[in-house]
Nanobody, 116 residues
């Protein structure tokens, strides 16, 4: 099995910054992509940042440490509307019975609250 564990969430004031981490562990042959999603109360889950070798989408910057199977999300200039549960998602290749298969996994989520 594969586990994704997010950390780094919490309460932050508007205009503040947070860095989320997501570490993958378990039966991993390779990780093809890692992404961040978020889901605010009463809203659908939305893609925040796709996995890249490093890139920014507005106020959010995603980065990845392949050696540690970890992806980070640096969030700057946070706004109250950024309040949500943030989820890590990964496409993982596993070697099972000598066959390589790709699976998709989700973390348990970490709460980010932006409020004064």
């Amino acid at each position: 099995q594969v586990q994704l564990v997010e950390s780094g969430g919490g309460l932050v004031q508007p205009g503040g910054s947070l860095t989320l981490s997501c570490a993958a562990s378990g039966n991993i042959f390779s990780i093809n992509a890692m992404r961040w999603y978020r889901q605010a109360p009463g809203k659908q889950r939305e893609l925040v940042a796709p996995s890249t070798s490093g890139g920014s989408k507005g106020r959010f910057t995603i980065s990845r440490d392949n050696a540690k199977n970890t992806v980070y999300l640096q969030m700057n200039s946070l706004k109250p509307e950024d309040t949500a549960v943030y989820y890590c998602n990964a496409d993982v290749t596993r070697l099972t019975d000598t066959v390589l298969r790709q699976y998709n996994y989700w973390g348990q989520g970490t709460q980010v609250t932006v409020s004064s």
